[in-house]
């Protein structure tokens, strides 16, 4: 079984890397399907900020436009690019997603946090900026402790079942100690999944946690390495093969341009690791 896991996609007016914000996302669109055709997977997990703030962030002409107005490009992105993915897509949102719990389900059709479960795996798709929603003056968001009781529904719900962690961030040295113990004691419980940073790295934790690993899956909008090639556009694939669990991320191939002239990407795979 293999899942895909993408996150701070930031569709936005800003042409990242010499690409319009449509060919970026369009390239997207045909990445995920040809990625699909060359090896199917079961569904793309999406793990939050979405839309560069453009909802919410009030600065600037171009912001603010759910708070606002009214108008949710989160909804666009979902109905002109999401609807074609090649598979199902679940989605929880990011710091820049400040939807109130209403507002969120009516537009994407589900909880701020949820549990997906794909054959013996579950994904616990956690909300961590769930606090000071709606906030009426501008803020990057504001992070929410992990939900414990979330999580232990669903080892109680699924005995037997691998299980992993989902949030835009896991925020792990100022997380409570209850959810530290849980990650730590509760051997079902595999690795943790965030993006937030826009980088790919996978970050062994100490003996806080068990020593097991938060894998960051990416970006596909800007880098926040100095030298943006070494964590490029891509996603963050988990490989199920009974009980072997592996990951890896996958960078596609891409013409851009840094600033100096186009540059090739090449399609490739880096920061892979065995995680049981």
């Given at each position: 079984m293999k899942v895909l896991l993408l996150s701070d996609i930031h569709l936005c007016h800003i042409p990242w890397y010499g690409m319009s914000p449509e060919a970026r996302m369009e390239k997207l669109v045909r990445d995920l399907c040809d990625e699909y055709e060359r090896e199917p997977y079961e569904a793309v997990l999406m793990l939050g900020d979405y839309y560069y703030s453009l909802d919410y962030w009030e600065v600037g002409p171009l912001y603010g436009s759910y708070s606002n107005g009214g108008v949710s490009n989160t909804a666009r992105f979902l109905r002109d690019y999401v609807k074609r993915f090649p598979c199902p897509a679940y989605f929880i949102p990011g710091n820049h997603e400040q939807y109130t719990h209403e507002d969120w389900e009516r537009i994407t059709g589900a909880k701020r946090s949820f549990v997906v479960t794909i054959g013996d795996a579950v994904f616990v798709m956690l909300d961590n900026f769930g606090e000071n929603l709606n906030a009426p003056v501008h803020n990057h968001g504001t992070y929410s402790f992990s939900d414990t009781g979330l999580i232990r529904n669903a080892i109680k719900q699924n005995?037997?079942?691998?299980?992993?962690?989902?949030?835009?961030?896991?925020?792990?040295?100022?997380?409570?100690?209850?959810?530290?113990?849980?990650?730590?004691?509760?051997?079902?419980?595999?690795?943790?999944?965030?993006?937030?940073?826009?980088?790919?790295?996978?970050?062994?934790?100490?003996?806080?946690?068990?020593?097991?690993?938060?894998?960051?899956?990416?970006?596909?909008?800007?880098?926040?390495?100095?030298?943006?090639?070494?964590?490029?556009?891509?996603?963050?694939?988990?490989?199920?093969?009974?009980?072997?669990?592996?990951t890896a991320y996958v960078v596609p191939e891409s013409m851009v341009n840094f600033g100096a002239g186009e540059v090739k990407i090449d399609s490739h795979r880096q920061d892979a690791a065995e995680l049981t």
């Open positions: 005995p037997g079942k691998m299980v992993f962690l989902c949030a835009h961030d896991f925020a792990l040295g100022s997380e409570r100690d209850e959810f530290k113990t849980l990650v730590r004691e509760e051997d079902a419980i595999i690795a943790m999944f965030a993006g937030h940073t826009h980088k790919s790295e996978i970050i062994w934790t100490n003996d806080e946690y068990g020593s097991k690993p938060l894998c960051r899956a990416g970006n596909y909008s800007y880098s926040s390495m100095p030298n943006p090639e070494d964590s490029m556009w891509g996603w963050r694939e988990i490989k199920i093969d009974g009980d072997k669990v592996t």
